[in-house]
């Protein structure tokens, strides 16, 4: 689960996290309000709030490629008033939202810096050495993808051993990493103990800062984060929880998350819905390895019921893009003739209308197989994933 930059911020705070002081807000009115809150700053700047980066760089629909992005710094309250009824209600496009972009509905306003210099620092789960893994960069404010590419001897990493923790030698590391010394290295240590804290306490999956500055002072704050939740660990977070803004989430992964679906959603014309998460990343590879693409990531697990694949297949058939369905089970935990009886149940009724191919596998294959000859509804069985894959792209490619 992913949350807005302010929420982030917010989050933050409750560990010591040194942050500027903003406010977020819904309307131009509300921009102003909050601006005028921050009676210490003659800088303001009026941040987009969406679940994408690249905002700064971005541009609205509608006000031309000379329009400003969606970060702007100002220097009254009336600008921020202005630029906030610009920026609300309208399309933010990014790098990172694609071409369709994102609706701006809330924005955060916030203190401006002096800024000496900004970094780059973020944590994230390593799930090869199971440890929390630091990245750090004195290349802050710029894509760390792009670093990665031009300069990646400008990355430093290391990893924070779960057992044990924060470490003084972990401090030093950072410190090193980053250029920093004097007490701005004390900072940097302070701070990690602090993003270590909050991300083991919280679940989170990724915490990244981009960019760490340096003010003029030789203060070190967090300009703009962005953090990502564990899913599976929500129910122990309740005051995460609170914080989902579903407005940017798609509406038929929001469906799936309501049955526990793994759904994500993708750009192609065919459907998916596998038991597994590897099984259905192999069926991906294989849609597209016969030269057709799949619209969707779909794994219903292994306890799948009837009631379940129903609500797999209104969730794939909602999307206009699908023009055929693939059906793909190995039955291990989960028994084929359920499937069977699902996919079934949920032809019927949908009236289902696009081809849908079925390879079934595993325990109890040939009840499966029987249900479905059965039925007298037009599946078409397939032996293995290649015949699969082979059936449902010349069903829809014709």
């Known amino acids: 689960m992913n949350i807005h930059e302010h929420q982030a911020k917010a989050v933050l705070k409750e560990f010591g996290v040194n942050v500027p002081q903003g406010y977020a807000a819904f309307t131009p009115d509300e921009a102003a ?3 005028e809150k ?3 700053s003659s800088v303001f700047v009026v941040k987009s709030q969406i679940h994408a980066g690249g905002r700064g760089k971005g541009r609205f629909e509608g006000l031309g490629p000379d329009s400003k992005g969606g970060v702007r710094v100002v220097k ?3 600008d921020v008033k202005s630029n906030a009824a610009e920026m609300l209600g309208r399309v933010l496009v990014t790098h990172q939202t694609g071409p369709k972009g994102k609706q701006v509905n809330r924005l955060y306003i916030e203190e401006g810096a002096d800024i000496a210099k900004e970094l780059y620092l973020s944590l994230l789960v390593d799930r090869v050495t199971s440890r929390v893994s630091v990245v750090a960069s004195t290349e ?7 670093v990665a590419h031009s300069t990646p001897e400008k990355i430093i990493s290391f990893s924070i051993d779960p057992a044990t923790g924060v470490f003084a030698h972990h401090g030093r590391h950072l410190a090193k990493a980053l250029n920093l010394s004097g ?3 004390k900072q940097g240590a302070r701070l990690l103990g602090q993003l270590y804290a909050a991300f083991m306490a919280k679940d989170m999956e990724m915490l990244e800062i981009n960019p760490l500055i340096i003010t003029g002072a030789g203060e070190l704050k967090v300009l703009d984060a962005k953090i990502s939740f564990d899913g599976n660990a929500l129910y122990r977070h309740d005051d995460i929880k609170a914080l989902r803004d579903t407005t940017e989430e798609d509406e038929k992964e929001i469906e799936a998350s309501k049955y526990d679906l793994s759904y994500i959603a993708l750009d192609g014309e065919i459907g998916c819905m596998v038991n597994g998460a590897g099984l259905a990343m192999a069926t991906l590879d294989i849609i597209k390895l016969y030269g057709a693409e799949p619209a969707n990531f779909l794994d219903v697990g292994g306890g799948a019921s009837k ?3 129903t609500a797999a297949f209104k969730i794939i058939t909602a999307d206009p893009n699908v023009k055929g369905i693939l059906v793909n089970i190995f039955g291990g935990i989960m028994r084929c003739d359920i499937i069977a009886e699902g996919v079934v149940a949920a032809a019927r009724e949908i009236s289902l209308a696009v081809p849908l191919v079925v390879r079934l596998e595993g325990t109890n294959v040939q009840q499966g197989k029987d249900i479905l000859a059965a039925s007298g509804l037009a599946i078409t069985p397939a ?3 290649a015949d699969a894959a082979a059936k449902i792209v010349k ?3 014709g």
């Open 76 to 78: 009254s309250v009336a």
């Open 183 to 185: 007490d701005t290295a």
């Open 140 to 146: 802050g404010g710029m894509d760390i993808e792009d």
């Open 307 to 309: 009631e379940k694949v």
């Open 395 to 397: 069903a829809v490619k």
């Open 383 to 385: 032996n293995d994933l």
């Open 33 to 35: 309000a909050a601006a």
């Open 38 to 40: 921050l009676t210490g």
